[in-house]
């Protein structure tokens, strides 16, 4: 079954304590984008790549990472978490880099930073 | 840097009344559009998209969508609403070089039995 497969699906942490909520895709997609989700705000771009080992940041990038070594995986990483940065965070891939791509979204991953 | 606004952050309908959620794009060339649902719990799923093909699009469940252009528009309609409507839905505009996407705050549909 093709999809984007995200893990923890929930999460709970300590400010400073450094987290990587995995997502990986099954498509062979080029294209992989995160996003958080907050109320009133919509979603949000934080990183996209648009291959292997080419990533660039979106709209909110501020205390987040992220590598794509491999084609399927698109890791999100933050090194200190702070509280601001509790959300719900939503992968995503599309099959190229093109504008009028369907993107398919994981299942979610909430985070709490106590 | 495009944008999207939707207007109206709640709507409630009846059963089998007309939905109807707005959007409004800013771009200064024509766009690629899209609408979006998510389901309680769920990721977003696509349920169409405009790309210059034809004005009016028809999406998934019956919904479809019109591209005015005069009015920088991309409302979503929908005939007769169902229970199984209720959901979020979000706008979305991709950016010109197509590698960025810009969401609405969503709206959240209520139907009422």
Request: charged share 15%.
């Amino acid at each position: 079954e093709a999809q984007v497969t995200q893990n923890p699906r929930y999460l709970i942490t300590v400010t400073g304590k450094k987290l990587t909520v995995t997502c990986s895709q099954n498509m062979n997609h080029e294209y992989m984008s995160w996003y958080r989700q907050d109320p009133g705000l919509g979603l949000r771009q934080i990183y996209y790549s648009m291959n292997v080992e080419v990533t660039d940041k979106g709209d909110v990038p501020e205390g987040y990472k992220v590598s794509r070594k491999e084609k399927r995986n698109f890791p999100l990483i933050l090194e200190s978490p702070s509280p601001n940065q509790t959300s719900l965070y939503f992968c995503a891939s599309s099959r190229q880099v093109k504008g009028n791509e369907k993107l398919f979204f994981g299942s979610g991953t909430q985070l709490s930073v106590l | 840097a495009q944008s999207v606004t939707q207007l109206g952050s709640h709507v409630s309908v009846s059963e089998g009344a007309l939905v109807l959620l707005r959007c409004n794009y800013s771009s200064s060339v024509p766009p690629y559009l899209f609408w979006y649902v998510q389901y309680p719990n769920q990721g977003l799923q696509l349920l169409l998209k405009y790309t210059s093909a034809a004005t009016l699009v028809k999406g998934i469940n019956g919904f479809e969508a019109e591209f005015k252009k005069s009015e920088t528009s991309f409302h979503l309609t929908k005939p007769s609403a169902h229970m199984s409507d209720a959901a979020e839905y979000f706008c979305a505009v991709s950016s010109n070089t197509g590698n960025q996407f810009y969401f609405g705050t969503g709206t959240s549909l209520t139907v009422i039995p």
